[in-house]
């Protein structure tokens, strides 16, 4: 009797616990978060995602001529670790918010320093730090939901903001080019840094920016100089010879460096073997450029 007791006791706490159940249903926006690094900065975004779900959005749901949070629930939220330059203004490094005011032929986009509201409510414009113009265009395919995304650029990036067909965007430049010649000028120029790898890296740095070539092949003609074996520093000016089109100095390089791998020490045989057929293959690639001139 005392069993039977325990177990109806049992099943009418489950029977009860069930029907008190919790289910977390998903919500109408989703919480969006983007984390990018380009060049030197991070830049971090948390903003709710809303749906379209077959609303007319832009000049109904999203009213033109008004500030928008650009998003749903919360403000949305933008962070830079360090400074950077939107669209030709200068933004210090923090955590700030995102409006906009949308309108059919131009939009303004706000970065204001209160991060604490919710939408647009009380957004006060004595806080805003930066404020531009950006003109909407065509998105190029259909977003059902609200979409941030960054793309990045060299150093730097572009920020886009799509929904529905629409789109805007607004560029992000980074301290990272400043920064960068400064230690260059500072440490390397002047032959107070002796590691051979940071200047191998620096040539290769100007190489991926497309800037300062001459002075990259001086780079790494200093990385050699401190290291004769250095194979990264000649394939970064046999790249920038290449790229300047001076292809004899291109294939010198190349004859220096096969000279390199066969005086080079290496545990394994196969390890030579693969260095000077890797040399050898850009050797033929550049003679066929070289020939066709």
């Known amino acids: 009797m005392k069993y039977i007791f325990i ?12 029907q008190n159940e ?14 990018q690094v380009f060049g030197n900065t991070q830049i971090e975004i948390e903003y709710e995602r809303p749906l379209a779900r077959k609303r007319k959005i832009f000049g109904d749901l999203v009213p033109w001529n008004k500030v928008w949070r650009t998003g749903a629930g919360h403000c949305t939220k933008i962070k830079f670790d360090k400074p950077v330059i939107i669209e030709g203004q200068n933004v210090p490094g923090g955590y700030y918010s995102l409006f906009t005011i949308p309108n059919p032929e131009e939009w303004v986009v706000i970065i204001n320093t209160d991060t604490s509201l919710y939408g647009s409510y009380n957004y006060d414009p004595t806080k805003d730090i930066a404020r531009f113009i950006v003109s909407p265009k065509g998105s190029g395919r259909y977003y059902e939901a609200l979409t941030i995304d960054v793309d ?15 789109q805007i965007d607004f560029s992000i430049i980074t301290t990272t080019a400043a920064e960068a010649m400064k230690f260059i000028e500072d440490q390397l120029f002047t032959d107070i840094n002796k590691d051979p790898d940071t200047y191998s890296e620096a040539a290769q740095y100007l190489l991926f920016q497309k800037e300062h070539l001459f002075e990259g092949l001086k780079l790494a003609q200093k990385a050699i100089t401190l290291n004769k ?25 190349i004859g220096q460096a096969l000279e390199m791998e066969k005086n080079k020490q290496y545990e394994k045989e196969e390890t030579r073997k693969s260095e000077i057929k890797y040399w050898q293959t850009h050797q033929d690639r550049i003679k066929n450029k070289l020939d066709k001139l």
């Open 229 to 253: 074996d250095n194979g990264a520093a000649r394939r970064v000016k046999m790249e920038i010879y290449e790229f300047l089109q001076l292809y004899n100095d291109a294939l010198n390089e």
């Open 22 to 35: 919790k289910y977390i249903f998903p919500p109408a926006s989703p919480r969006g978060t983007i984390s």
């Open 152 to 166: 990045i650029i060299q150093s730097n990036a572009k920020l886009y903001i799509s929904w529905t067909s629409l």
């Open 7 to 18: 177990t109806g006791f049992v099943l009418t706490s489950f029977y009860l616990n069930a």
